[in-house]
Antibody, heavy 123, light 106 residues
């Protein structure tokens, strides 16, 4: 069965960096686009970033553009989110989610989600 | 950017009730709409995609309808396992979620 397991969440000071990972199993990782979605404590869901099946296309929410970088290693079945210049408002549970398509330009929803990893940005 | 507005924000209901949640898009999204259920401390799970298609394994008491800018999620007979928060999501242009509707026990 499809499994997505996030890791790397931590407590970090404003302005610092953090890298999240999402280990995928139970499906052919290299055939599907992948997303990061976050949820601030007690708040709703916010889409963060998407990457196509081969890493060739990436898109970001305006709130993280220029600070966050999504990437993937298909040989390791792992998705990453490099977060730089972290701010207090980046505090959230970060979920990775699977697309049901390879190309991110095609309309698609998220058919599987990981359990999330908590990032807290605080001095 | 496409904005998604759900109503109500909170809904109090009893087991067996018919429940309807509305989601409105700020511009037409055709049928590119999904619904997710989220329980406290858990990840969201997909219920419905393309406005009315039921995801495999989801009970048939869940149904979705609508197109363009107006959409609804209906639970025909609320079960104890259905008390949760529900989110709509448009995927016509990037991805945007509604603010959520919490279904709580009356």
């Amino acid at each position: 069965q499809v499994q997505l397991v996030e890791s790397g969440g931590d407590v970090v000071q404003p302005g610092r960096s953090l890298r999240l990972s999402c280990a995928a199993s139970g499906f052919t990782f290299s055939n599907f686009g992948m997303h990061w979605v976050r949820q601030a404590p007690g708040k709703g869901l916010e889409w963060v970033a998407v990457i196509s099946y081969d890493g060739g296309n990436k898109y970001y929410a305006d709130s993280v553009k220029g600070r966050f970088t999504i990437s993937r290693d298909n040989s390791k079945n792992t998705l990453y989110l490099q977060m730089n210049s972290l701010r207090a408002e980046d505090t959230a549970v970060y979920y990775c989610a699977k697309s049901q398509t390879a190309l991110v330009i095609d309309p698609h929803y998220f058919d599987y989600w990981g359990q999330g990893t908590l990032v807290t940005v605080s001095s | 950017d496409i904005q998604m507005t759900q109503s109500p924000s909170t809904l109090s209901a009893s087991v067996g009730d018919r429940v309807t949640i509305t989601c409105r898009a700020s511009q037409s999204i055709s049928s590119w709409l999904a619904w997710y259920q989220q329980k406290p401390g858990k990840a969201p799970t997909l219920l419905i995609y393309k406005a009315s298609s039921l995801e495999g394994g989801v009970p048939s008491r869940f149904s979705g309808s609508g197109s363009g800018t107006e959409f609804t999620l209906t639970i025909s007979s609320l079960q104890p396992d259905d008390f949760a928060t529900y989110y709509c999501q448009q995927y016509n242009s990037y991805w945007t979620f509604g603010q959520g509707t919490k279904v709580e026990i009356k």
